[in-house]
């Protein structure tokens, strides 16, 4: 069936530095993306969303890129701090009707920042 | 709260015996959804509402599971005679119409 899958599993970022989490999907029909944050014992926290019209779209601090050509997604978070320290997850949605949605996650990126 | 809220936070059950968890979505919330997370892995679909019909129980993992929805609120997803591989942390998110899901905290579920 169609997947979402995650380039790292594990990242190690210094704090202040950039960090990068990559993504790739395989349904080319998919139409909404979102990353989710999910610190220990949480549920997954929105962090962004992008819809396949868009190829950038920026919040605070954070980036999401997409490219449909090659189907990747990538989080850029700036200036990481202790506090991004979590599990982030890509999801890729099939429009399912115009009251749900079809979410497929990936398995998620564990990122650590090292002081 | 304003959030999604789920109870237990915490369920440990012995094998064989039936356990309820209940999910209480965000007011208006008109889609529900409930998930399955492993230990260290991505998030698996169950079972999705739309106000209190499920049009997609395809993530059912077997004939043991089910859920339901009463008045477009609150849901609870019912496990029969729980196994060992139920144990998980269970998920419910809601959303508006095609927006966001927002996640409740989960229940973690421990089958011994």
């Known amino acids: 069936g169609e997947s979402v899958g995650l380039h790292l599993p594990t990242l190690s970022v210094q704090e202040g530095d ?3 989490i990559n993504c790739a999907y395989s349904n080319s029909a998919s139409d909404y993306f979102i990353w989710y944050k999910q610190e220990s014992g949480k549920g997954p926290q929105f962090i962004i969303d992008i819809r396949s019209n868009m190829d950038k779209r920026q919040g605070q601090r954070v980036t999401v890129l ?4 090659v189907k990747h997604l990538s989080l850029q978070i700036a200036a990481t701090q202790p506090g991004d320290s979590a599990v982030y997850f890509c999801a890729e949605n099939l429009l ?4 749900g949605q079809n979410f497929v996650f990936g398995p998620g990126t564990r990122l650590s920042v090292l002081p | 709260g304003a959030g999604v809220s789920q ?13 309820e968890l209940r999910c209480d979505p965000i007011s208006g919330h008109t889609a529900l959804y409930w998930y399955r997370q492993s230990l260290g892995q991505g998030l698996e679909f169950l079972i999705y509402f739309q106000g209190n019909s499920a049009p997609d129980k395809s993530g059912l993992p077997s004939d043991r599971f089910s859920a339901e ?11 029969q ?4 591989e139920d144990s998980a942390v269970y998920l419910c998110a809601g959303s508006w119409g ?9 229940t973690r579920l421990t089958v011994l």
Request: no cysteine; net charge positive.
């Open chain 1, 18 to 20: 950039n960090s990068i």
């Open chain 1, 66 to 69: 997409l490219n449909k050509t």
């Open chain 1, 96 to 99: 399912r009707d115009n009251y």
């Open chain 2, 7 to 19: 109870s237990p936070s915490n369920k440990v059950t012995e094998k064989g015996k039936d356990v």
């Open chain 2, 69 to 79: 929805r009463t008045g477009g609120s609150v849901s609870t997803l019912t496990i």
């Open chain 2, 81 to 84: 005679r729980t196994q060992q």
């Open chain 2, 98 to 106: 095609n927006n966001e899901q927002f996640f409740g905290p989960g």
